[in-house]
């Protein structure tokens, strides 16, 4: 019996049996696509997530490819070649990769957008210029030092070497007390001391205001609009314009330098770049990308009085950064020619002829027969100016700070590149550029010859092989 | 009840075929996982590893391993003339040979 009392079996509708079995496999087949959707390994039913990523960040690379900066494949960055050009790389946040210091962060747009950039640094040179550098900032005590290479036809910066070492993976020091992060060659305008005699020199040659064997009173001391000028080493009273270089006399070259009004020899700096901060080409002018570099400091040149003047003659008084002495320099050495500085591969390099090539080579030779002994190296000829600069202190200049400069060119006859070592502050007995910054030249100057395969030439006069040029 | 049976039967057959497929699926799914962990490790291994050489062969490195050796810059080093197919003199420890 049944619910309503008939005796006939229940039986469901035909209809209503399809309707329900056709739900239940939809269902299960519903379910059952769900489930494969959510395990299928095939990229072609799911969205490959890796499209949605970011561009790896761009790599930086020396002249030669070997990698600076490269990012791994999950975004870390990393450095190879560790402590070598550490400084001027630069490095980024940990976590976000964004640049804080160095080219990472000037070139930061770039980066990110996955561009790729070739410097114009060679690895050999760079490594070369920082063994000495950082062996003469520990010999010296420094608190630090700079060293730039430039290649001296083409402008291309083989090396930007900076001291004490800095390491990009290390735990990081307060950027405050722990200077080493620093791209010292180009954040830090100090005052170039006498390497811009050999500069000014030139200037006067060129002017023919005075030949290199032209005489000038040059007492050790002379009072000018109340202040007064010493020079340091002991030398007679009447000196040549080439004298005035051997003994880096301040007398004498202020002196010689009354013979042109001072904006004369403000212009002659002015095109050598001197006074300008850009003084490497940007990268792209729309957005204006370029590598930061310290601006230099100087009075307008209204503003000089005859003070000013005298100490502009012999590098105080402005400040640029060793970049800038660097490219100035490499007009000497570029028989007059000045040529724009450049840190990457295809970058275009402006050019100025400043001096005659006869006024380049006669002032390469009086620094060459003038060589302080610290930078002669046996058997080759070299060349370059020495400098100890006094530093400003609590808006006086310290008797106790200094920075020792040798701007040089490798070798001295026809220089290959031009070569300016900075060291700040060095501390003890030894602190003049002919004492702690010479030798760091000589130093890079013995391993670059090295490199190229230049033998030493002999004195033919002498059968057991004595070297030339001691 | 025939037809109950037949479609049952038919959708119990195509269950039984979603989860065999869903099951060699998941089976699939875990070997791509455990290619993709390996694939990662590898990556950080190459990272690892590129480091390492260039650390090892960077113009530092081997410069302060010539140094260490005792290897000096040629401009560095002794010179001397001598004229061209006379033999230098022996150095300790090597022998003439006819």
Redesign the interface.
């Known amino acids: 019996m049944n619910r309503l009392g008939t005796s006939e079996p229940a039986t469901l509708h035909r209809g209503w049996v399809l309707i329900l079995a056709f739900m239940a496999f939809v269902l299960g087949l519903g379910y059952g696509s769900y489930v494969l959707w959510h395990n299928a390994p095939s990229l072609l039913l799911r969205s490959a997530p890796t499209a949605e990523l970011p561009p790896l960040r761009g790599r930086l690379e020396a002249s030669d490819g070997t990698p600076l900066a490269i990012s791994s494949k999950d975004q870390a960055r990393l450095y190879p070649l560790g402590l070598s050009g550490s400084q001027l790389i630069g490095f980024g946040e940990r976590s976000t990769g964004r640049g804080l210091s160095g080219l990472e962060r000037d070139l930061e747009k770039l980066l990110l957008q996955g561009h790729s950039l070739r410097l114009t640094i060679d690895p050999v040179v760079q490594s070369i210029a920082e063994q000495a550098l950082w062996r003469g900032v520990a010999a010296a005590r420094a608190d630090w030092g700079a060293v730039v290479v430039m290649e001296t036809k083409t402008g291309r910066l083989l090396a930007v070497a900076n001291g004490p070492q800095f390491d990009p993976a290390a735990p990081r020091r307060s950027p405050e007390t722990d200077l080493s992060w620093r791209n010292h060659a180009f954040m830090y305008a100090l005052e170039p001391g006498s390497t811009i005699k050999a500069l000014t020199a030139a200037v006067l040659l060129e002017e023919n205001v005075a030949r290199l064997d032209t005489r000038v009173e040059a007492p050790m001391s002379r009072r000018i609009a109340g202040w007064t000028i010493s020079d340091v080493i002991r030398h007679d009273q009447n000196l040549t314009l080439s004298e005035v270089l051997k003994y880096s006399s301040n007398v004498g070259i202020s002196t010689l330098a009354e013979r042109i009004p001072p904006q004369r020899l403000y212009d002659y700096f002015e095109r050598m770049r001197l006074w300008n901060q850009q003084v490497l080409p940007p990268l792209s002018y729309y957005p204006r990308i370029n590598v930061q570099v310290a601006s230099p400091q100087v009075r307008p040149v209204t503003r000089w009085g005859p003070a000013e003047y005298a100490n502009a003659t012999f590098g105080q008084g402005f400040l640029i950064t060793p970049l800038h002495l660097t490219a100035a320099f490499n007009t000497l050495a570029n028989d007059g020619i000045y040529r724009q500085p450049v840190l990457f591969e295809g970058n275009a390099s402006a050019t100025e002829q400043v001096f005659r090539p006869q006024v380049a080579r006669d002032i390469r030779r009086t620094l060459s027969d003038n060589l302080t002994q610290n930078a002669r190296l046996a058997g080759y000829l070299l060349s370059g100016k020495t400098g100890t600069a006094q530093v400003v202190v609590d808006g006086r200049y310290s008797r106790s700070v200094f920075t020792a400069l040798f701007a040089g060119f490798i070798p001295g006859d026809e220089p290959r590149v031009t070569v300016v070592v900075a060291l700040f502050h060095p501390k003890g007995p030894r602190f003049h550029g002919s004492q702690v910054a010479a030798p760091i030249y000589r130093d890079i100057a013995a391993r670059l010859f090295a490199l190229w395969g230049v033998p030493p030439s002999l004195d033919s006069s002498s059968t057991r092989g004595r070297l030339d040029n001691r | 009840m025939r037809?109950?049976l037949r479609?049952?039967s038919?959708?119990l057959l195509?269950?039984v075929s979603?989860?065999g497929?869903?099951y060699f699926?998941?089976q699939?799914?875990g070997?791509?996982q455990a290619h993709l962990s390996r694939e990662?490790d590898l990556?950080?291994k190459e990272?690892r590893l590129?480091?390492q050489?260039?650390?090892l062969v960077?113009?530092?490195a081997?410069?302060?391993w010539a140094e260490a050796n005792g290897f000096v810059?040629?401009?560095?080093a002794r010179?001397?003339?001598?004229p061209l197919g006379e033999p230098g003199p022996l150095t300790p420890g090597e022998r003439s040979t006819p």
């Open positions: 037809t109950v479609w049952a038919i959708y195509l269950l979603l989860t497929l869903g699926n998941q699939l799914n070997k791509l990662t990556g950080n990272t590129l480091l050489r260039y650390q960077s113009p530092l081997l410069r302060n810059p040629m401009s560095l010179w001397e003339t001598r």
